[in-house]
């Protein structure tokens, strides 16, 4: 089987796409990752209601430790939900939640991508920036895919 390259995050958007056969809708897409491999991946509706944030993490989390050989996560947050300058980026909180249950796992999240459809449609390209705060470059760590 000849192995997949993920450099971008771009790269790893059209992965997602082509894992899912789908272009997900106000969903939560984690990929599992031990060391430069990937490992499952999980697309979940986002929650529907403030106030589920935490119970909603356990949830995801209970999924994503099903994969025993996981040591870190990327995810994607697919929203048509606007995010205004200077407020909270859509589902924050909900990514706080899990980033702490995770912890608990010793799962890391390596890195997150907002997808913010343009005009309400996915079919149009995607305005596409980070999600956690880090002081690097947005390139990522190359990952093999089998």
């Excluded at 909603?56 to 205004?84: I, K, N, Q």
Aim: with cysteine; charged share 15%.
């Amino acid at each position: 089987m000849e192995k997949l390259t993920i450099k971008t995050p771009s790269d790893v958007l059209s992965f997602i796409g082509h894992t899912l056969g789908f272009w997900p809708k106000e969903s939560l897409v984690c990929i599992t990752l031990n060391e430069n491999s990937i490992g499952a991946t999980l697309r979940i509706d986002l929650p529907g209601q403030p106030g589920q944030e935490l119970s909603y993490a356990r949830t995801v989390g209970h999924y994503l430790t099903s994969d025993s050989t996981a040591t870190s996560v990327l995810f994607a947050v697919y929203t048509s939900e606007p995010c205004h300058h200077g407020a909270a980026k859509p589902y924050a909180a909900t990514i706080a939640a899990l980033t702490g249950v995770l912890a608990e796992q010793g799962i890391t999240i390596r890195d997150g991508l907002p997808y913010t459809p343009r005009n309400g449609t996915a079919a149009l390209p995607a305005q596409v920036g980070p999600l956690l705060r880090r002081p690097r470059a947005r390139r990522l760590t190359t990952l093999q895919a089998l």
